[in-house]
T-cell receptor
Framework: ETGVTQTPRHLVMGMTNKKSLKCEQH?????MYWYKQSAKKPLELMFV???????ENNSVPSRFSPECPNSSHLFLHLHTLQPEDSALYLC??????????????FGPGTRLTVT | SQKIEQNSEALNIQEGKTATLTCNYT??????LQWYRQDPGRGPVFLLL?????KEKRKERLKVTFDTTLKQSLFHITASQPADSATYLC????????????FGKGTMLLVSP
């Protein structure tokens, strides 16, 4: 499989549930990202990992917990979410350790609905 | 940090015409600028990267210009096709140097047959 894959593609969860989003990149990149995209808003960068070390956390609430076991895999663990967390969650990867001078490759996203 | 302005109104054009989308930024001049395409419910797809010392860059029917004096980039699609209908995002480094990207809200392009 090539590119960046994300599972699940759709997720509906209650406010008390715990779930995880998974991302895998097959491009040999060293940087991975989580973004949130809500309607009418630009992409919001949540976390950046470089060689599996977190290099950025953009004031994301603790109910979102990322995990990067290696350079190819990235998880986003979710618990006690709020309805306003409903959005499209996108994973991306790139070369360059998180530098924006390299293009990013995005996965198809997970459409999350919190009820 | 950098602020990006892209026209929030959709751009409607007829097939065969040239579409021109605008990206304005308000703070320091970035070392590079990127353009992405996003279809509904999908992740963005990288199109072009232009550096500050490049005035223009082309890829097939796409052309990007970068004017650091005007703090503006223009994205052109020549001989547009209905399949070009999508939202186009501009992205710049969030801070000076080579920091991570910040994205504009994007402009939706609708090409009618």
């Amino acid at each position: 499989e090539t590119g960046v894959t994300q599972t699940p593609r759709h997720l509906v969860m209650g406010m008390t549930n715990k779930k995880s989003l998974k991302c895998e990149q097959h491009l040999g990149h060293n940087a991975m990202y989580w973004y949130k995209q809500s309607a009418k808003k630009p992409l919001e960068l949540m976390f950046v990992y470089n060689f599996k070390e977190q290099t950025e956390n953009n004031s994301v609430p603790s109910r979102f917990s990322p995990e990067c076991p290696n350079s190819s895999h990235l998880f986003l663990h979710l618990h006690t979410l709020q309805p306003e967390d409903s959005a499209l969650y996108l994973c991306a990867s790139s070369q360059g350790g998180g530098s924006g001078s390299y293009e990013q490759y995005f996965g198809p996203g997970t459409r999350l609905t919190v009820t | 940090s950098q602020k990006i302005e892209q026209n929030s109104e959709a751009l409607n054009i007829q097939e065969g015409k040239t579409a021109t989308l605008t990206c304005n930024y308000t703070n320091y001049s970035p070392a590079y600028l990127q353009w992405y395409r996003q279809d509904p419910g999908r992740g963005p797809v990288f199109l072009l990267l232009i550096r500050e010392n490049e005035k223009e860059k082309r890829k097939e029917r796409l052309k990007v210009t970068f004017d650091t004096t005007l703090k503006q980039s223009l994205f052109h699609i020549t001989a547009s096709q209905p399949a070009d209908s999508a939202t186009y995002l501009c992205a710049l480094p969030r801070d000076s140097g080579y920091s991570t990207l910040t994205f504009g809200k994007g402009t939706m392009l609708l090409v009618s047959p």
